[in-house]
């Protein structure tokens, strides 16, 4: 249409002057009425589809509100006033209603343009081939497949930044002397010149000495020049340098130190291998990360182990609620309650008398070394009474705990973060890169783990990702990856926080991420263990598991018996080595997993206020004041308040594909309390043939979702900390 053409519409149809009508209920509607003066008057676009199509413009303003003026009728004051008025209220409509979606639904669902930039793909295939989104998909089991980008998490993750800790380089590094067989301790001629030192310099160093778990000692400070040689009995030092201005540096350097005993121990044993291979075993651990945010925070790290040959144990499920009981499993074989009587944390020597693995290995010809950032909150130690002696031989807790004291920290969400020019898990990751390569030619066990990067937030690890795939690369380029079975793992997902109490958060919290490396040698010598970790990918298996692969990993060293001599993981008698095929057929109950853990099932939301779920939420409020009023033979109850179910905010039940002999129906519940306003996550067994004393089990532990700092102050036990609302907040 060109420029200037009239319309002439009328009830029939719409006939351009000169060309031939046109049926408007057959086409779409898209034209600028034009006036004489050449002005537009409207722009509209309607739907061919809609009511009875195109009407004339008396008919149009009383379905539309829009009054249309003839196109040969020159417009008057009134008509404009009426479009100005008219597109005022579309404009404030719109307007009321973006702001209630906004608020309503939440910002990232309204408009999710900032988050864009936080959206990284990875490429990879995880699935099970014949049933796409699903990681294991079996008649007892069936695990999700999760969308790491979707809106309800998302709208809370933000990609961070890493920022260096300082912007000048450390003043003194330390490297070991092939010659010597000893760390030499010297000054940084690089850095020296940014630190602007005039006349007046001198520097000393002091040994870090541990004294028990929670304490440690120092050496005197013994000065030097340029260089100084540390003795072999030192595992760590602190540096501290002057002018006559005041100290201006401050840093710490943890060591390998060559140990007389551990070299017997390993020439012993090298004499009897004849000259076989030994696989080491290095395991990197961090805390709450799932597998879907390891891709989600950490793409690039993600995509370099699906690019180079890792493989993924997709179905990775978690068998208790935080990183103690999981980390138990794997390392000795034991569920909480069984490494409560058997190894007791809150008795001085308890975990000492644990057949923890690091052990079997030692007692095999293997270094051993174990290292975790956050003192405070270490694995064995928070609220617990940690080793009396040295777990193992390398130990990175006295080093880590004097640094904490003494170099300067800064704290990101509740942890330290920058310890002096490092963050704090980066003094863990060259800890475990250092003790790889000094027994790069033996054999050694390493497991090292990490917190302050992950364990309060879905974001914060984001700042890790380029960090960690490069130190992926640095043990590549080391030469690590030759002969060390690499398992880099984590225990859980995240436990607390808004995306928690999500369907996605649900899941990801019992499936955290969990990749093997096999070393070539192996893989040659071995294709069977090739074949049964790439059929394992989309099997369930368990920290059991990994418990079992080590041992089998320690077979192939040939120092000891065949893996049926070693014992079984204790706790999970059919838990088995992930070399082996994992039946496809296994149920979370085959392998040690309660129901409130199993990610096998789907659900089904139903009403929360009906009068069954109702009395599964009193019978769980009931059954964590029994538990509270109990533990410790009662000993602790009088600190803290009973607690009432205040709500249910959500009820679902399992869809289960075979029918259970108890014929129990399986609940999961969301609910809050009062008085402590907590929100928690319930999974119970409802019998409904059985009196209402007896007919609701609670299974596993009951999950908490939101924090309970400042709570229950008064309670040092984590087994009941969660579950406590001291006395005097009342007050």
């Given amino acids: 249409m060109q420029t200037g053409e009239i319309f002439q519409c009328s009830d029939v149809g719409i006939e351009l002057a000169g060309k031939a009508k046109v049926d408007p209920t057959t086409q779409p509607i898209s034209w600028v009425l034009t006036m004489s003066d050449k002005r537009p008057l409207l722009d509209t676009s309607d739907n061919e589809n809609e009511g009875d199509g195109f009407m004339g413009a008396r008919d149009s303003s009383m379905t539309t509100g829009i009054t249309y ?159 100084a040689q540390i003795s072999n009995t030192t595992d760590s030092v602190i540096v501290k340098c002057s002018t006559d201005k005041g100290q201006i540096y401050i840093n710490g350097h943890a060591t390998i130190p060559e140990r007389v005993e551990i070299q017997q ?24 990360i799932s597998r879907v945010n390891l891709i989600r925070a950490m793409p690039k790290t993600a ?36 490494a409560m009587k058997h190894c007791n944390p809150y008795v001085s020597g308890g975990l000492d008398k644990c057949d923890f693995v690091w052990k079997l290995y030692e007692k095999h010809g293997y270094a051993t070394s174990y290292g975790e950032d956050a003192v405070k909150i270490n694995t064995f130690n928070y609220l617990k009474k940690g080793f009396k002696q040295p777990p193992v031989d390398y130990y990175l807790r006295p080093y880590l705990s004097a640094a904490e004291k003494l170099l300067d920290v800064n704290v990101v969400l509740g942890l330290p973060h920058c310890l002096g020019f490092e963050t704090e898990s980066e003094h863990v990751y060259n800890y475990a890169l250092e003790f790889a390569r000094r027994y790069r030619n033996d054999s050694f066990f390493g497991f090292f783990w990490t917190n302050t990067h992950s364990h309060g937030d879905i974001s914060q690890t984001s700042s890790m990702d380029d960090y960690l795939r490069d130190y992926l690369q640095r043990l590549v380029a080391q030469g690590t990856m030759e002969h060390s079975i690499v398992v880099f793992f984590s225990d859980h997902g995240l436990r607390f926080g808004p995306t928690r109490s999500t369907w996605s958060g649900h899941l990801e919290e019992r499936l955290p991420f969990l990749f093997i490396w096999l070393p070539p040698f192996v893989r040659a010598e071995h294709p069977e263990f090739v074949d049964a970790l790439r059929q394992n990918r989309n099997r369930l298996t368990t920290p059991y598991d990994l418990h079992m692969t080590l041992k089998h990993i320690l077979t192939l060293s040939g120092r000891t018996g065949s893996l049926e001599t070693l014992d079984s993981a204790k706790d999970c008698p059919q838990c088995q080595s992930l070399l082996l095929p994992v039946p496809l057929s296994r149920s979370c109950q085959d392998v040690a997993i309660e129901d409130h853990w199993c990610t096998c099932w789907s659900y089904n939301a139903v009403k929360k206020n009906s009068k069954t779920v109702r009395h599964l939420g009193e019978r769980v409020v009931h059954y964590l004041n029994d538990y509270v009023t109990s533990f410790r033979n009662g000993s602790l109850a009088h600190l803290c308040q009973p607690l009432t179910l205040q709500g249910i905010s959500a009820a679902y039940k399992a869809k289960i594909s075979q029918v259970d002999p108890s014929q129990a129906q399986i609940y999961w519940l969301t609910f809050s309390t009062a008085p402590n306003k907590a929100l928690y996550e319930a999974t119970v067994r409802y019998i409904r043939n059985m009196t209402s004393e007896d007919n609701v089990q609670v299974t596993g532990s009951v999950s908490r979702l939101n924090s309970y700092s400042g709570e229950a102050d008064c309670m040092n036990d984590f087994a009941i900390k969660k579950y406590c609302y001291c006395r005097h907040k009342s007050g």
């Fill in 69 to 227: 003026k003839s196109a040969t009728v020159a417009p008057t004051f009134l008509w404009y006033g009426r479009q100005i008025l008219v597109r005022r209220k579309l404009f404030v409509g719109l307007l009321v209603v973006f702001i209630f979606s906004y608020f309503l639904i939440g910002p990232a669902d309204v408009l999710d343009l900032d988050n864009v930039d936080s959206i990284v793909q990875v490429h990879h295939h995880s699935g099970v081939l014949d049933n796409e989104g699903y990681l294991v998909y079996s008649n007892q089991c069936r695990i999700v497949d999760l969308d790491p980008y979707k809106r309800d998490v998302m709208r809370h993750f933000k990609r961070v930044s890493y920022k260096p800790c300082k912007q000048r380089l450390p003043l003194t590094q330390m490297r070991f002397d092939d010659h010597s067989r000893r760390y030499v301790l010297s000054i940084n001629k690089t850095a020296f010149q940014s630190y602007h030192v005039e006349n007046v310099f001198s520097c000393c160093y002091m040994g870090v000495e541990r004294v028990s778990e929670s304490n440690v000692s120092y050496t005197n400070c013994q000065h030097f020049k340029s260089k």
């Fill in 265 to 288: 121990r390993l020439k012993q044993w090298k004499r009897r291998d004849q000259g076989k291979r030994v696989p080491s075993v290095l395991m990197i651990g961090i805390d709450s």
């Fill in 303 to 338: 995509q370099y182990l699906y690019d180079n040959d890792w493989f993924e144990l997709a179905g990775y499920n978690k068998i208790d609620d935080n990183t103690f009981p999981n980390i138990m499993a794997l390392m000795v074989g034991y569920n909480l309650s069984n």
